[in-house]
């Protein structure tokens, strides 16, 4: 079974970099890393960078996972292939662009573009943003799923993560003791389907509600309080209808708990994503 060590990146395909960079820095908050021709890094914590806008297609999404040891990489690719998955060995110019020294990539059942890394940077730079907006790091990303049962095996059997709790067929992932580290909706078209980073507060949570609806960006959902994972969130629109969330306050499940914890089956019901009664204008969160 691989093991992964945490959540690493998202590269997004844009047709307006230009575009995509104001909206990364003045209104979600994070701080250009790097930049090139046809590329833009964005930083949110102490990682190199989390979140990579590039000139191309806006479908062209990708989710990046660390694992802890060049061996471990090797066997996942091993692994991987042995079970029908076609794998692609990065080559040292995509490894250079993605800041890591080796990476393998590959596609899940319903074709979500995955990249397992080994020594990712991390950056001596203090993350320092050109928007306050409270943000303590990138956190979890929605999966798009064409088989939800299908999928969710394929994450728990061979990529070794834990359900945490279900909404429907929709499984929320640990891969550590935070609640989720992967969410997968069942959709009819692969992608990710929303990106969360975290914030200090809830007061962070409702500042940006406002300043949102102030520069007219819709908000997709909430405020309101998740009751899987207990934590605050908005939800809101960004480039290419990418959505984005803010959160806080996330449920951890710790060792100690794993003896014990059991994952709870909530309805497909808007009940069931908010406890306060915020009705989501999402989607793969709608019957």
């Given at each position: ?30 701080q250009?890393?790097?930049r ?7 930083k949110?914590?102490s ?5 990579c ?7 062209d ?43 393998i990539a ?5 074709g979500?573009?995955?990249?397992l890394?080994?020594?990712?940077h ?8 050109p ?22 095996k394929f994450?728990t ?31 009819a ?12 507060s809830?007061?962070?949570v ?24 207990g ?31 059991r994952?709870r ?22 019957k």
């Amino acid at each position: 079974m691989i093991h992964l060590h945490d959540i690493r990146y998202v590269r997004l395909g844009t047709s307006d970099l230009d575009g995509a960079v104001r909206y990364a820095t003045d209104l979600l908050g994070l701080q250009v890393a790097h930049r090139d021709a046809k590329s833009v890094y964005f930083k949110s914590d102490s990682r190199d960078h989390t979140l990579c806008y590039f000139e191309g297609d806006p479908r062209d999404h990708t989710a990046a996972f660390e694992v802890d040891t060049a061996k471990e990489l090797s066997d996942a690719a091993e692994l991987l292939e042995a079970k029908g998955y076609k794998v692609h060995q990065g080559t040292a110019t995509e490894a250079e662009q993605r800041h890591v020294r080796e990476f393998i990539a590959f596609n899940d059942p319903s074709g979500n573009r995955i990249e397992l890394v080994y020594e990712p940077h991390h950056s001596g730079v203090r993350y320092f943003a050109p928007r306050d907006a409270g943000i303590t790091g990138f956190s979890h990303i929605g999966l798009r799923t064409l088989d939800a049962r299908r999928d969710e095996k394929f994450w728990t059997e061979l990529l070794g993560a834990k359900v945490s709790d279900r909404i429907g067929d929709a499984p929320l992932l640990r891969i550590d003791e935070v609640h989720h580290k992967i969410a997968l909706f069942p959709s009819a078209y692969p992608g990710v389907q929303h990106i969360n980073h975290q914030v200090e507060s809830i007061d962070d949570v409702m500042r940006a509600y406002y300043i949102m609806r102030e520069r007219n960006i819709p908000i997709r959902f909430g405020p309101g309080r998740h009751p899987t994972s207990g934590a605050m969130f908005l939800y809101f629109a960004g480039p290419d209808d990418m959505i984005y969330e803010y959160s806080t306050g996330v449920r951890l499940i710790t060792e100690e708990d794993e003896r014990t914890y059991r994952p709870r089956n909530f309805p497909m019901d808007p009940t069931s994503f908010c406890m306060w009664g915020s009705r989501p204008d999402i989607p793969e969160f709608r019957k």
